[in-house]
């Protein structure tokens, strides 16, 4: 039971370029989520997902798009990436609207 | 919308001594207030939570306190130790699909 997985845990990218987060959980759960999160900023969510084919905009939503085709697996994508976008990047997943909100490693994204 | 404040942003102790986090909030329909910890490069987890029909829970050294008339909960960690410095979370759930968490409490234990 690997929990909540991320790919990739590092990345670097330059202004512009595209890239697409990959979350991963095994504990069939149906809420996931996306999290970016700044120093002294806390965790801010970005989208966040009610179930497989459904999605919705969080507290930060621009610049960036996601998609849950399947139930395990909540994609987070940047089209055209900024400097401001250079976050630590983390999934979350949850069985129910009330309970324990399980995260992943987190990805360190760093644009240049 | 949902507000959660913090306080303090940093707290230094002595091992041994009490810590204490403080979280307002303002939605009045929230029921579920848990409290993560965040170790330095880790993923935050869940420490302890409680919900709006419990005044109060512990866990061994660490308990949870709620006040719903005043809209706020606080974190109490009794004889510290070193192994509690890490960055501390409150968030709050009214029942929706979504936490709303406070800015963070970097806890600093000096032995």
């Known amino acids: 039971n690997a929990g909540v997985t991320q790919t990739p845990k590092f990345r670097v990218l330059k202004t512009g370029q595209s890239m697409t987060l990959l979350c991963a959980q095994d504990m069939n759960h149906e809420y996931m989520y996306w999290y970016r999160q700044d120093p002294g900023m806390g965790l801010r969510l970005i989208h966040y997902?009610?179930?497989?084919?459904?999605?919705a905009k969080g507290e930060v939503p621009d610049g960036y798009n996601v998609s849950r085709l399947k139930k395990q697996n909540f994609l987070l994508g940047l089209e055209s990436a900024a400097p401001s976008q250079t976050s630590v990047y983390f999934c979350?997943?949850?069985?129910?609207?009330?309970?324990?909100?399980?995260f992943g490693p987190g990805t360190r994204l760093t644009v240049t | 919308g949902e507000n959660v404040e913090q306080h303090p942003s940093t707290l230094s102790v002595q091992e041994g001594d009490s810590a204490v986090i403080k979280c307002t909030y303002s939605d009045s329909a929230s029921n579920y207030f848990p409290w993560y910890k965040q170790e330095l490069g880790k993923r935050p987890q869940l420490i302890i939570d409680i919900r709006s029909n419990v005044g109060e829970k512990k866990d061994q050294r660490i308990a949870v306190t709620l006040n719903k008339t005043a809209k706020h909960f606080s974190l109490h960690i009794t004889e510290t130790q070193p192994e509690d410095s890490a960055v501390y979370f409150c968030a709050v759930s009214s029942g929706t699909y979504k936490y709303i968490f406070g800015t963070g409490t970097r806890l600093k234990v000096l032995a």
């Open positions: 997902s009610v179930g497989e084919g459904t999605t």
């Open positions: 979350a997943s949850r069985a129910s609207r009330l309970g324990e909100q399980y």
